[in-house]
């Protein structure tokens, strides 16, 4: 895969500019505001002006493009949302597709993000500056714009910065200050004593002859026993009631065997989930293996 560098800078400014709608939109779902989002100039970051908004606190969004970095920096001056200093697991799970969604449209579709993730930050310059930008990075204003009213005022809140040399040194998780995107809750639920053990390859045995065949893979939502006469009865706009909570882990089976728990996420316009808890190795061969 390519690597950002000063060559290919133009090629994700247009990109940037083609997809500001797409940007605007992801933003103003993960903190419920209201606001358009337009480019400013690019600008080279050796020698740039101090910017006061980054020597604060914000929330860094950072993903990986090939062997380098994307950043984007955004100052708690937006405004953000009180709970971004300590996000509960839904806004959590916010934060991460907010840094799923920008590894896409921050960038060109022939240099596509990876490895992305999100920060909660004391400073956001002490964050920018533990990536190590390279020789000839720049970073790229993203102005805000509030939705409604006669009178436009532009500010600049965010900032993009690439490329850089890898992804940022998370803050110390004691000073309170780090929230995790795609790398692990906060503060997960505890899983069950058989269900703590750490992933582990699935390889050897009877698995590698087995690896090309397609099983099913079924995320459970929630069950319940119902009476038959309520089931006859059901009927559009008709409505089925729970005792899971929505905040609670969801089960994935597979060949109708539970093989791990996780978190639904929303990618994109999909419907997706993040693994929080998988069993032991053993567990999950027997899984894989099992026949219905």
Known sequence: ??????????????A??????????????????????????MQPLAGAAPLADLTGPGVVVAFCVGQTSMLCAISAALPLPAWYTDPNPVQIARL???????SRNCLPDELPGENFASF????????????????????????????????????????????????PIPPDSNAGHETPGAMAPAHPPSPPASRRSSPAPLSGGPLDRLRDLPVPVIVKLAEKKV?????????????ITFEKSC????DLYVNN???CRGEAVKIGEKFGI?????????????????ME
């Open 227 to 239: 009476e038959l006469g309520q089931v006859l009865a059901i009927g559009p706009g008709a409505i």
């Open 16 to 41: 940037c500019r083609s997809k500001l709608e797409a940007i605007s939109q992801s933003l103003n779902r993960c903190f419920d505001t209201k606001c358009r989002l337009e480019a400013g100039d």
């Open 96 to 102: 991460e597709t907010l840094a799923r969604e920008w």
């Open 120 to 167: 909660t930050v004391a400073s956001l310059n002490d964050c920018l500056a533990s990536a190590q930008p390279l020789q000839g990075a720049v970073r790229l204003p993203l102005l805000r714009a509030a939705v409604g009213g006669d009178a436009v005022d532009l500010e600049e809140r965010i900032w993009l910065v690439w490329p850089a040399h890898h992804l």
């Open 274 to 290: 993040k693994i929080c808890e998988v069993g032991s190795a053993e567990e999950r061969v027997s899984a894989v293996l099992a």
């Open 247 to 250: 905040e609670d882990l969801l």
């Open 1 to 14: 895969m390519p690597d950002l560098s000063a060559a290919n800078s133009e090629q994700v400014l247009q």
């Open 257 to 259: 065997q539970l093989f």
